[in-house]
Structure formats: C-alpha cells, structure tokens
Nanobody, 113 residues
Framework: QLQASGGGLVQAGGSLRLSCAAS????????MRWYRQAPDKEREWVAI???????TYADSVKGRFTISRDRAKKTVYLQMSSLEPRDTAVYYC?????????WGQGTQVTVSS
C-alpha cells in the first residue's frame, strides 16, 4: 500500500529525492516518517512530518535532508543533499493513521566516496 522510489547510487556530496506514495485505501493519516537501515545496523528514524506540518529531524541528517508531503497525493518526500557514505542504507517510509501503521518496501541508497 506504500510505494517508495527514488533510491540509487550517488557520489558523496550528491543529492537524491525519495518519494513514498500511499494508496487511496489509506485514510486518516496522522504522521509520515522516513527510517533507514544500514548493513548490520538497526533501523533508525530519520525524519517525521505531522499532518499539522510540524517537522523534526534526526541530528545525523539535520541541515542536509528535507522532508515534505503532498496531502492531496498522500505522498511523502525526502530530499537528501550533501550525501555522505554513512548515509548508505535502505530507506523506508512509514505512515501512521488513526487505524494502523503502514510500511513501504524500502529503497536502496548507496553513497560512494
């Protein structure tokens, strides 16, 4: 029900934009988040945007990543700039509704040095 896209291979210092679109069946959205999981590490939270527009970032990405959303399209974006090799991970979107939490399938981001 969540389709993530936009991952790929990029050189350090480059940019990527991830997208995650929710199907029309998902209603009552409260929050949209991005997480990431690097090899041999636990999944970590990256950014959150609430439906009132409030935004918070993990310290590791603050100033480099920007989360945004299109309410009409039920889509959340993650604009990633000044990418570093430590940003290499599978990125997952998560959407919380008043009914349940939904996860996307993940999209690989690889940053080469």
């Amino acid at each position: 029900q969540l389709q993530a896209s936009g991952g790929g291979l990029v050189q350090a210092g480059g940019s990527l934009r991830l997208s995650c679109a929710a199907s029309g069946r998902i209603i009552g959205i409260k929050a949209m988040r991005w997480y990431r999981q690097a090899p041999d590490k636990e999944r970590e939270w990256v950014a959150i945007i609430l439906m009132n527009g409030s935004i918070t970032y993990a310290d590791s990405v603050k100033g480099r990543f920007t989360i945004s959303r299109d309410r009409a399209k039920k889509t959340v974006y993650l604009q990633m700039s000044s990418l570093e090799p430590r940003d290499t991970a599978v990125y997952y979107c998560n959407i919380d509704t008043v009914y349940q939490s939904h996860w996307g399938q993940g999209t690989q981001v690889t940053v080469s040095s």
